[in-house]
């Protein structure tokens, strides 16, 4: 799995993710409640030694949809997200793979951390529909050559 693979399966695998979410989508969640959507921001070479072993940065968005009708469901919205942000710092070591021309090279993530949980965008006609939440994720990772 390449870190993008990778980082969904670590999300699904968050205990209280089926309390807050049916399915986790690439690049934008859907508007109803209960949505989430990841997108790639980018991967970065962080450093690179001799013999061409790297250690490289990706980014993601994670954006949510929750129900957000009063300061309750606000509130617990927050709260998952702050959840989910503690949670990612202690999902590291799992395997990924990269694949640079025909080769594939194998490495691990090193480290995830979660930063700027806040709301994203409200909804203008209907209070029924979700309040969206964006939350910025950074995967850092090695290739080893």
Known sequence: MNIIERVIEILQSFPKIQTVCNEIHVDFADPEPTSYGLSSTGD????????????????????????????????????????????????????????IGDRTYRG??????????????????NNIDGMQYQLQITARYTVEF
């Open 44 to 99: 970065s070479l962080v450093s690179e030694d001799v013999l061409g072993n790297q250690i490289r940065q990706h980014g993601f968005l994670l954006y949510s949809t929750f129900s957000g009708i009063n300061d309750f469901e606000r509130q617990e919205n927050s709260t998952a997200l702050l959840e989910l942000a503690v949670w990612l710092k202690n999902q590291t070591g799992a395997e990924v793979q990269t694949t």
């Open 108 to 125: 691990e993530i090193t480290a995830i951390s979660a930063e700027n949980g806040m709301l994203y965008a409200v909804p203008q006609e």
